[in-house]
């Protein structure tokens, strides 16, 4: 049993509003959003895009908005999880089923909508993609400024340091042009100043910050969401299995030995210093290799990163390997009781799901509980398992068939076993 030193729950900086205050701003920022959402739920089939011209005018009718603010809640909507994509159709998400009950639910959803600012509030024109994506890099240190001073900042302060941040993140980058080479993507100087103002007026538009003559100040949900963030931070750098700095495979095998609580600290810890992105394809790179184990696992730390992993896991449905824990994932994602979320799987999906689970148990187990392993399958009998085993094609059936008839006590079971695995193995009926 691996043992751990238990960090103590972090406290928000001293002021903060408690977490059912900070939720009500949160729904506030979000009202039009969660109206548009439940009109769209009630009256109306919603297409992915959003409400096409002739919905528009009638939710900005019966909701008292423009039809550009339908469209802008709309947008909202998504971002925050209040709606989620199925293919070419919209329907509503678990968030907004919980929005007005779960102040959790309701501090994630306007979270998400916190780190998609630049999407919600459209770049200047006429900016080159390279200088828009510097200063989306940059602003959490603009940010973390602000979470300091614990009041308003002068402008020029945020746009000095935005400048040596640009200038860090280029360093880093060893981007040293030839002389007399233009940087097209960087903003000159003259430029940031707009960018700036792009940033802020993006930030206040989520209600992360409110703007006043030449300042800026964080919300309370601003100040908050800030100190999560660097609360991550702390948390990855205390991981203390050591698992920060490894790869997704290897930080995965650190933690199959680990608790599922511990485990999912780990998965935070790892998530924390990657971008969700990169980090959502390491997992399942990981998940299509041959280790069962770890595809579990890498699922497993999929549930932690939650909704931006959404789109990929869906993509997942296409793979048959990797099918019965996107579905079950899936289906926990939108609201299932985990112990019900196997229902989603149909009977030939639940055997090859049981197949690849042996398989882990037999790689990395005990034979005692390859044996028990049995009393998870679907199938009535033993007979009628193996006729399921055999017909599903896992690449791994022979192996686990001859591990199950090598632990199982029983020798007439184990004999149908070995005859089940030799019978795949030559092809066989």
């Known amino acids: 049993m691996t043992t751990r030193r238990t960090r103590p729950a972090p406290r928000p900086p001293e002021g903060t509003p408690p977490r059912a205050e900070l939720a009500g701003h949160a729904r506030a920022v979000l009202a039009d959003a969660v109206r548009i959402a439940r009109w769209a739920a009630v009256d109306r089939t919603a297409g992915a895009a959003g409400p096409d011209l002739g919905d528009g005018e009638r939710a900005a009718a019966a909701l008292a908005l423009t039809p550009a603010q339908v469209l802008a809640g709309w947008d909202r909507a998504r971002l925050a999880g209040l709606v989620e994509l199925h293919g070419d159709t919209a329907r509503p998400g678990w968030r907004l089923h919980a929005w007005d009950r779960d102040d959790s639910a309701v501090l994630r959803g306007w979270v998400a909508l916190f780190d998609a600012w630049s999407l919600v509030h459209p770049a200047p024109e006429g900016v080159a993609p390279g200088a828009v994506a510097e200063v989306v890099e940059a602003v959490p240190q603009v940010l973390s400024l602000l979470q300091l001073s614990a009041g308003p900042v002068p402008v020029p302060s945020l746009l000095d340091l935005l400048g040596q941040r640009v200038e860090e993140l280029r360093e880093e980058r060893c981007e040293v042009p030839a002389p007399g080479t233009p940087v097209e993507t960087a903003p000159a ?148 009781d985990p112990d ?90």
């Not at 209600?207 to 660097?230: E, S, Y």
């Not at 990981?286 to 990929?312: I, K, T």
């Open 189 to 336: 100087a003259e430029g940031l100043p707009a960018l700036l103002d792009w940033a802020l007026e993006g930030l206040a538009d989520v209600g992360a910050l409110t703007l006043g003559p030449g300042q800026a100040t964080l919300t309370p949900l601003g100040n908050w969401a800030v100190w999560v963030k660097l609360e991550q931070i702390c948390v990855a750098a205390q991981s203390p299995a050591g698992n920060i700095e490894q790869s997704a495979e290897d930080m995965l095998r650190g933690c199959a030995r680990l608790t599922p609580g511990p485990a999912r600290d780990e998965y935070r810890a790892w998530l924390a210093a990657r971008t969700l992105s990169s980090a959502v394809a390491e997992l399942l790179a990981v998940a299509r290799g041959e280790d069962a184990l770890l595809r579990g696992l890498a699922f497993e730390a999929l549930r932690v990163v939650g909704a931006p992993a959404e789109p990929e896991v869906r993509a997942a449905l296409a793979e048959p390997s990797l099918r019965p824990y996107a579905l079950l994932w899936l289906a926990e994602y939108e609201g299932a």
């Open 340 to 429: 019900d979320a196997p229902e989603v799987l149909t009977r030939e999906e639940a055997t090859w799901l049981w197949v690849d689970t042996a398989a882990a148990v037999a790689d990395h187990g005990e034979g005692t509980l390859l044996v028990r392993h049995l009393d998870s399958a679907v199938q009535g009998t033993v007979p009628a398992l193996l006729d399921a085993v055999r017909a599903v094609g896992h690449p791994r059936t022979v192996q686990v068939l001859v591990a199950l008839a090598a632990a199982h006590p029983d020798p007439a079971l184990a004999k149908a076993v070995r005859r089940a695995a030799f019978q795949v193995h030559t092809g066989g009926a």
